[in-house]
């Protein structure tokens, strides 16, 4: 069993950063796979970045590749999200989530532990 707790979101201008933490419970945080993702209001939840259990492995959305860096962290069972020349469509909840598994999944329907989520505004 892992619990999740998300931090880190906010208001912030376009261009500008924001660095989200997810803190994760469990003496096995290591063994899982990690990943982020986002729900703006009336959209599904979308894959952003994901991570391998040793972080030698790390995926992104092409809509985030190159402004986004997701790292983890096994030490402090963190997982971090740094999200640099941030834009408006970049607003919605951020989820963390947790799969125990080898392959990193881009599903959300793959990942069996979620946060509660940080919302993350971004004005124009």
């Known amino acids: 069993q892992v619990q999740l707790v998300e931090s880190g979101g906010g208001l912030v201008q376009a261009g500008g950063s924001l660095r989200l933490s997810c803190a994760a419970s469990g003496r096995t945080f290591s063994s899982y796979a990690m990943g982020w993702f986002r729900q703006a209001p009336g959209k599904e939840r979308d894959f952003v970045a994901a991570i391998s259990w040793s972080g030698g492995s790390t995926y992104y959305a092409i809509s985030v590749k190159g402004r986004f860096t997701i790292s983890r962290d096994n030490a402090k069972n963190t997982v971090n999200l740094q999200m640099n020349s941030l834009k408006p469509e970049d607003t919605a909840v951020y989820y963390c989530?947790?799969?125990?598994?080898?392959?990193?999944?881009?599903?959300?329907?793959?990942?069996?532990?979620w946060g509660q989520g940080t919302q993350v505004t971004v004005s124009s």
């Open positions: 989530a947790a799969v125990s598994r080898t392959v990193v999944p881009v599903n959300p329907y793959e990942y069996d532990y």
